[in-house]
């Protein structure tokens, strides 16, 4: 069965660093897409970086500098290093990946994604 979860959320001051972490199981990362999105208390929903399968790292501009989307040392797993935390970056994150069926996840009603399989969300509140 495919699924991903995250894991490293929580509560920071701004200014502060957080590191996110996406396990997935029933498929492998190094042959997919994958990406962050984010849902604010606002319920919109944005994607925040995608790692593609050839390794290219792609960035909203509201985190361009501050995020960091790699492959952890840790198979299967993909890491978002989010330093320089804002007040505005609280939200739920979630990790997405377009794996080979869909996952046991699906999208939260407000993010549109290509992706088919999705993590159950993680929350980051930066208080300043």
């Given at each position: 069965?495919?699924?991903?979860?995250e894991?490293?959320?929580?509560?920071?001051q701004?200014g502060?660093?957080l590191?996110?972490?996406?396990?997935?199981?029933?498929f492998?990362?190094?042959?997919?897409?994958m990406?962050?999105?984010?849902?604010?208390?606002?319920?919109?929903?944005?994607?925040?970086?995608?790692?593609?399968?050839?390794?290219?790292?792609?960035?909203?501009?509201?985190?361009?500098?501050?995020?960091?989307?790699?492959?952890a040392?840790?198979?299967?797993?993909?890491n978002?290093?989010?330093n320089?935390?804002?007040?505005?970056?609280?939200?739920?994150?979630?990790?997405?990946?377009?794996?080979?069926t869909?996952?046991?996840?699906?999208?939260?009603?407000?993010?549109?994604?290509?992706y088919?399989a999705?993590?159950q969300?993680i929350?980051?509140?930066?208080?300043s």
């Amino acid at each position: 069965e495919v699924q991903l979860v995250e894991s490293g959320g929580g509560s920071v001051q701004a200014g502060g660093s957080l590191t996110l972490t996406c396990t997935a199981s029933g498929f492998t990362f190094d042959d997919s897409d994958m990406a962050w999105y984010r849902q604010t208390p606002g319920n919109e929903c944005e994607v925040v970086s995608i790692l593609s399968e050839d390794g290219g790292a792609h960035y909203a501009d509201s985190v361009k500098g501050r995020f960091t989307i790699s492959q952890a040392n840790v198979k299967n797993t993909r890491n978002l290093q989010m330093n320089n935390l804002k007040p505005e970056d609280t939200a739920v994150y979630y990790c997405a990946a377009a794996a080979p069926t869909p996952g046991y996840q699906s999208a939260p009603p407000a993010c549109v994604s290509p992706y088919n399989a999705w993590g159950q969300g993680i929350q980051v509140t930066v208080s300043s």
